[in-house]
């Protein structure tokens, strides 16, 4: 069994990393989660993942799905967890103190009924 591990990502590498990872992550299923003072809450459940863009013009990651365009302003830590070479979730931390999470995952697929 592989062992998950997790890494900080270098805010200098952010664009080049997230441009590199968009192309192979598109498709899956998406579930990002904030957490505050006031505890978790879900922004999406499950949405299809166009691609995720850091712009640092804007000083902004940026995740685009089916449904819209999640924008994390002024994230100050990125950290990606995975097993082995499989990305399985993203966390910000940002400006105000809050933690975004973004879950990577296969879309489920069904046998014909």
């Known amino acids: 069994m592989v062992e998950s591990s997790k890494r900080?990502?270098?805010r200098e590498t952010w664009r080049k990393f997230f441009d590199e990872v968009s192309d192979k992550l598109q498709?899956?299923?998406v579930d990002i989660t904030l957490s505050s003072g006031d505890g978790p809450q879900h922004q999406s459940r499950l949405w299809q993942l166009h691609g995720v863009t850091y712009d640092p013009h804007d000083d902004a990651?940026?995740?685009s799905c089916e449904q819209q365009e999640h924008v994390i302003s002024e994230?100050?830590?990125v950290?990606?967890?995975g097993f082995g070479r499989e990305l399985t979730?993203?966390?910000i931390l940002t400006q105000g103190g809050g933690r975004e999470t973004v879950r990577f995952m296969d879309p489920l697929l069904l046998s014909a009924p």
Request: glycine share 12%; charged share 15%.
């Open 61 to 63: 990651l940026i995740v």
């Open 8 to 10: 900080c990502v270098p």
């Open 79 to 81: 950290s990606i967890e």
């Open 89 to 91: 979730s993203v966390e």
């Open 75 to 77: 994230p100050q830590s």
């Open 27 to 29: 498709g899956k299923g």
